[in-house]
């Protein structure tokens, strides 16, 4: 830092050897008082240090709004918890403990939630946003107009025409355009932690706040196009005050240029620059997501370290984003660890990889689709929660998330864990033709993983009796609403709740993925009332048909449906031939009527396949919510949506 100051000395307009003494500012160069240059000088310096001055002002008002607004959400989540369902005594439910249960949610909080629900959940301006929803778009939109107002808030705008020293008759030209520039530097630097804090798996804001690390992944993009932008302008603004308005040129430019921490400011742009143009679409597409990801760690970090060399009088702001990634990889390296720390078979010690069974659903068409079981010492996760694999016999570089299928439970030590995935590019692919070349050498396959997690929040934590329930899955989605319903398949049955699951697939035997957790649905189902709803979407387009063609023609889609035990097969499954193939659910149809047909008691969604399908779920429950009507007590109308969305851009 001193090394920096002294550079700014030499070619700073202040007079040190004059000055009597120097006054502090916290993150800029110390200033020389009194001020010993001319006028216009002096009124310039006191433009930069005020307006240095108000930047970090602004900028701690900003962390304390962000902090104040934690703690406040922190301290009500403790003070008005919502009832949680492991409250609940196990027991079968009569219609007293669920009353109960739902007058322990007040009316005002019900009301207040379908309302959010309601304005707050569809998708907002999708060609700019993506599939992120307006409460997400209008946060954003309210941390960029603080940034907005005082990026130019407190700055005099004024020229000041100030004599060069030792050079008769030239002038520079001062402007605001050189505090400006500071400004939004500054503001650039305050803002990397919290970008830094938003991509943390391992998230302190999901520790405080309840909210699923991935729900922040939209601010965390956003934010950084914002970081983008104040740093490019702080760049062009300097530019043009030091190659256009200082005088004499091209002197200036090539002293000013050569100056250490001008030449890492440089590096910090060009690794900012790297990190957008990685981080759009087209470079993902041209790179790999696994390029980009592992890119983005490193240059991240490479970045913070430019902009340390840079102005390292702001470190206040950098050392909080060096600290929270370096505790994010620390806690993620130890969490693994601690998950294969095992005995071994020689009866030490060590690190033990999962050795997961393989089972292959060869898929020419649509790509082959792969599941792995498999049992592993550990504590159980909660139910809608993730870990991240790594097929270590394909590469050790990469980890993907995956959703267990199944309950978790401790039996004798060990906890089963069940995953499904479709092959499509990249490591799935690989691991994909791994799976079917070793089991076409045995039938008794198996690959060794290493698992990092749990990830995520419980999705049940808040399912009481009184709780209706809707899962709609496409595809290998099913992975994330099965385990819902093999819950409460377990729980004593509810008098008057409805249970439904809507699954869209490709093909009939794409049943067989979870033929075995299907069967377990299957028996409890009559005594639970479980509604099974199965859409075969693409069977036409089959080259090698599953279902028989004697089965009935309808010029409608392919319903399915199992309310009790009603056949000896676990799911009675009817494809629809004749006109409007590859046609989907009629999401808008089925959402209404489920809700409409519940007796009592609010509705939970869970949802998890392709983005169009959520994105269409979310338009659909928000126009299912009605304050005024939950304010009435028609509690049908507070429904909510809780959805899959770790991989939506």
Same mark, same amino acid.
């Given at each position: 830092?001193?090394?920096?100051?002294?550079?700014?000395?030499?070619?700073?307009?202040?007079?040190?050897?004059?000055?009597?003494?120097?006054?502090?500012?916290?993150?800029?160069?110390? $200033?020389?008082?009194?001020? @010993?240059?001319?006028?216009?000088?002096?009124?310039?310096?006191?433009?930069?240090?005020?307006?240095?001055?108000?930047?970090?002002?602004?900028? !701690?008002?900003?962390?304390?709004?962000?902090?104040?607004?934690?703690?406040?959400?922190?301290?009500? $989540?403790?003070?008005?918890? /919502?009832?949680? #369902?492991?409250?609940?005594?196990?027991?079968?439910?009569?219609?007293?403990?669920?009353?109960?249960?739902?007058?322990?949610?007040? $009316?005002?909080?019900?009301?207040?939630?379908?309302?959010?629900?309601?304005?707050?959940?569809?998708?907002?301006?999708?060609?700019?946003?993506?599939?992120?929803?307006?409460?997400?778009?209008?946060?954003?939109?309210?941390?960029?107009?603080?940034?907005?107002?005082?990026?130019?808030?407190?700055?005099?705008?004024?020229?000041?025409?100030?004599?060069?020293?030792?050079?008769?008759?030239?002038?520079?030209?001062?402007? =605001?355009?050189?505090?400006?520039?500071?400004?939004?530097? &500054?503001?650039?630097?305050?803002?990397?932690?919290?970008?830094?804090?938003?991509?943390?798996?391992?998230?302190?804001?999901?520790?405080?706040?309840?909210?699923?690390?991935?729900?922040?992944?939209?601010?965390?993009?956003?934010?950084?196009?914002?970081?983008?932008?104040?740093g490019s302008l702080h760049t062009i603004g300097w530019t043009i005050v030091e190659v256009k308005l200082y005088q004499p040129q091209p002197k200036t430019a090539q002293?000013?240029?050569?100056?250490?921490?001008?030449?890492?400011? &440089? &590096?910090?742009?060009?690794?900012? +620059?790297?990190?957008?143009?990685?981080?759009?679409?087209?470079?993902?597409?041209?790179?790999?997501?696994?390029?980009?990801?592992?890119?983005?760690?490193?240059?991240? @970090?490479?970045?913070?370290? #430019?902009?340390?060399?840079?102005?390292?009088?702001?470190?206040?702001? *950098?050392?909080?984003? +060096?600290?929270?990634?370096?505790?994010? $990889?620390?806690?993620?390296?130890?969490?693994?660890?601690?998950?294969?720390?095992?005995? *071994?078979?020689? !009866?030490?010690?060590?690190?033990?990889?999962?050795?997961? =069974?393989?089972?292959?659903?060869?898929?020419?068409?649509?790509?082959?689709?792969?599941? @792995?079981?498999?049992?592993?010492?550990?504590?159980?996760?909660?139910?809608?929660?993730?870990?991240?694999?790594?097929?270590?016999?394909?590469?050790?570089?990469?980890?993907?998330?995956?959703?267990?299928?199944?309950?978790?439970?401790?039996?004798?030590?060990?906890?089963?864990?069940?995953?499904?995935?479709?092959?499509?590019?990249?490591?799935?692919?690989?691991?994909?033709?791994?799976? #079917?070349?070793?089991?076409?050498?045995?039938?008794?396959?198996?690959?060794?993983?290493?698992?990092? !997690?749990?990830?995520?929040?419980?999705?049940?934590?808040?399912l009481t009796p009184d709780v209706n329930v809707l899962c709609v899955a496409g595809g290998t989605g099913i992975t994330y609403v099965l385990p819902v319903l093999l819950?409460?398949?377990?729980? /004593?049955?509810?008098?008057?709740?409805?249970?439904?699951?809507?699954?869209?697939?490709?093909?009939?035997?794409?049943?067989?993925?979870?033929?075995?957790?299907?069967?377990?649905? /299957?028996?409890?189902?009559?005594?639970?009332?479980?509604?099974?709803?199965?859409?075969?979407?693409?069977?036409?387009?089959?080259?090698?048909?599953?279902?028989?063609?004697?089965?009935?023609?309808?010029?409608?889609?392919?319903?399915?449906?199992?309310?009790?035990?009603?056949?000896?097969?676990?799911?009675?499954?009817?494809?629809?031939?004749?006109?409007?193939?590859?046609?989907?659910?009629?999401?808008?149809?089925? &959402?209404?009527?489920?809700?409409?047909?519940?007796?009592? !008691?609010?509705?939970?969604?869970?949802?998890?396949?392709?983005?169009? @399908?959520?994105?269409?779920?979310?338009?659909?429950?928000?126009?299912?919510?009605? #304050?005024?009507?939950?304010?009435?007590?028609?509690?049908?109308?507070?429904?909510?949506?809780?959805?899959?969305?770790?991989?939506?851009?």
């Amino acid at each position: 830092m001193a090394a920096m100051e002294n550079q700014l000395s030499a070619r700073h307009i202040q007079n040190f050897s004059e000055a009597t003494s120097l006054e502090k500012h916290w993150g800029y160069v110390d $200033r020389a008082v009194p001020c @010993m240059n001319d006028a216009g000088s002096c009124a310039y310096l006191d433009q930069v240090y005020g307006s240095h001055d108000l930047s970090m002002v602004y900028s !701690g008002i900003l962390w304390a709004i962000i902090g104040g607004l934690l703690l406040v959400w922190t301290i009500a $989540r403790q003070v008005f918890p /919502s009832p949680r #369902a492991d409250e609940v005594s196990v027991g079968r439910f009569d219609n007293e403990t669920v009353t109960r249960i739902t007058e322990r949610r007040s $009316r005002l909080t019900r009301t207040a939630a379908s309302l959010v629900h309601r304005y707050l959940l569809p998708d907002s301006v999708r060609s700019i946003f993506g599939r992120t929803t307006r409460l997400q778009v209008i946060i954003l939109t309210v941390l960029a107009a603080y940034l907005l107002v005082f990026s130019f808030a407190g700055i005099v705008y004024q020229t000041w025409i100030t004599p060069v020293k030792n050079s008769p008759g030239i002038y520079n030209t001062r402007t =605001s355009l050189g505090p400006w520039s500071d400004r939004v530097g &500054v503001l650039a630097y305050a803002l990397t932690p919290l970008s830094v804090m938003l991509s943390s798996r391992e998230s302190i804001l999901s520790l405080l706040t309840g909210v699923p690390y991935q729900s922040f992944n939209f601010l965390h993009r956003w934010l950084g196009y914002i970081i983008v932008i104040q740093g490019s302008l702080h760049t062009i603004g300097w530019t043009i005050v030091e190659v256009k308005l200082y005088q004499p040129q091209p002197k200036t430019a090539q002293e000013w240029i050569v100056q250490l921490y001008i030449i890492w400011g &440089v &590096v910090a742009q060009i690794l900012i +620059l790297m990190l957008f143009a990685l981080s759009t679409p087209a470079g993902i597409r041209l790179t790999g997501y696994e390029f980009f990801r592992k890119s983005h760690y490193v240059l991240a @970090m490479v970045y913070i370290g #430019a902009c340390w060399g840079h102005w390292a009088n702001l470190q206040c702001f *950098l050392i909080p984003g +060096l600290a929270i990634w370096g505790l994010d $990889r620390g806690i993620r390296f130890i969490r693994s660890a601690l998950i294969h720390y095992q005995y *071994l078979p020689g !009866g030490s010690m060590g690190f033990r990889a999962a050795h997961a =069974s393989l089972t292959l659903f060869s898929d020419a068409e649509h790509g082959d689709v792969v599941r @792995m079981d498999f049992e592993h010492p550990q504590d159980p996760w909660k139910v809608g929660q993730h870990f991240y694999l790594c097929f270590t016999e394909s590469s050790i570089w990469q980890s993907h998330p995956f959703t267990p299928l199944n309950l978790p439970k401790v039996v004798d030590g060990l906890v089963s864990h069940s995953y499904i995935f479709r092959a499509k590019k990249g490591e799935t692919k690989k691991v994909a033709a791994l799976a #079917a070349k070793k089991l076409a050498a045995t039938p008794d396959a198996r690959t060794p993983l290493i698992l990092s !997690g749990s990830y995520g929040e419980s999705i049940v934590k808040n399912l009481t009796p009184d709780v209706n329930v809707l899962c709609v899955a496409g595809g290998t989605g099913i992975t994330y609403v099965l385990p819902v319903l093999l819950g409460l398949a377990e729980q /004593s049955a509810v008098k008057d709740r409805k249970i439904q699951l809507v699954w869209a697939i490709r093909k009939k035997d794409d049943t067989r993925w979870i033929e075995r957790e299907f069967d377990t649905i /299957s028996k409890a189902a009559k005594v639970h009332k479980i509604e099974v709803h199965i859409y075969v979407t693409r069977e036409a387009s089959s080259k090698t048909p599953s279902i028989s063609d004697d089965m009935s023609e309808k010029d409608e889609m392919a319903i399915s449906s199992v309310k009790g035990v009603q056949s000896e097969s676990p799911l009675d499954v009817q494809k629809i031939v004749g006109q409007g193939f590859d046609r989907h659910p009629d999401l808008d149809k089925l &959402v209404k009527e489920f809700t409409e047909t519940t007796i009592r !008691g609010p509705v939970s969604v869970y949802a998890s396949g392709p983005g169009g @399908m959520i994105s269409d779920l979310r338009r659909i429950v928000a126009s299912c919510n009605s #304050a005024a009507k939950v304010w009435q007590g028609n509690d049908r109308y507070d429904v909510t949506l809780l959805c899959d969305d770790r991989l939506e851009w």
